[in-house]
Nanobody, 122 residues
Framework: QVQLVESGGGLVQAGGSLRLSCAAS????????MGWFRQAPGREREFVAG????????TYAGSVKGRFTISRDNAKNTVYLQMNNLKPEDTAVYYC???????????????WGQGTQVTVSS
C-alpha cells in the first residue's frame, strides 16, 4: 500500500499564495502518477491537477490553469501544488492521490491522504 500525507494548508487572503506538499511512503515504486483533488462543503470532490511520475507531464482543471502548478520530487517521493492568485472559490479540503492516466485523463485509485484545509478570505 501507499500512504500519503498532505501539509501546507491554511488561511490566506484572496490574491495570496500557498504551497501544498504530499509525501508518499510505503510501496512508492508502484506510483505512476499523482494528483490533487479538492472538496468544498456540499460539493463533490473534484480533480485539480495531476502529474506523471516519470517525465513529469501535467494536467489541470480549467478553473486553476494558469494559477496552480503541480510538481514532483521523485527522490523525496513528494508532490507539490503551488497555488497563486487564490480566490475564495478555491476554499476546500485538498486531497492528494496516487492514480493513473488513461486516454481520457487522470483516474484516482484508492490511495488518499487525510486532506488539508485551504481557506481563502475575500
Amino acid at each position: 500500500q501507499v500512504q500519503l500525507v498532505e501539509s501546507g494548508g491554511g488561511l490566506v487572503q484572496a490574491g495570496g499564495s500557498l504551497r501544498l506538499s504530499c509525501a508518499a511512503s510505503g510501496r512508492t515504486f508502484s506510483i505512476v502518477a499523482m494528483g490533487w483533488f479538492r472538496q468544498a462543503p456540499g460539493r463533490e470532490r473534484e480533480f485539480v491537477a495531476g502529474i506523471i511520475r516519470i517525465g513529469g507531464s501535467t494536467t489541470y482543471a480549467g478553473s486553476v490553469k494558469g494559477r496552480f502548478t503541480i510538481s514532483r520530487d521523485n527522490a523525496k517521493n513528494t508532490v507539490y501544488l503551488q497555488m497563486n492568485n487564490l480566490k475564495p472559490e478555491d476554499t476546500a479540503v485538498y486531497y492528494c492521490n496516487s492514480g493513473y492516466y488513461t486516454s481520457t485523463g487522470y483516474y484516482p485509485n484508492d490511495y488518499w491522504g487525510q486532506g488539508t484545509q485551504v481557506t481563502v478570505s475575500s
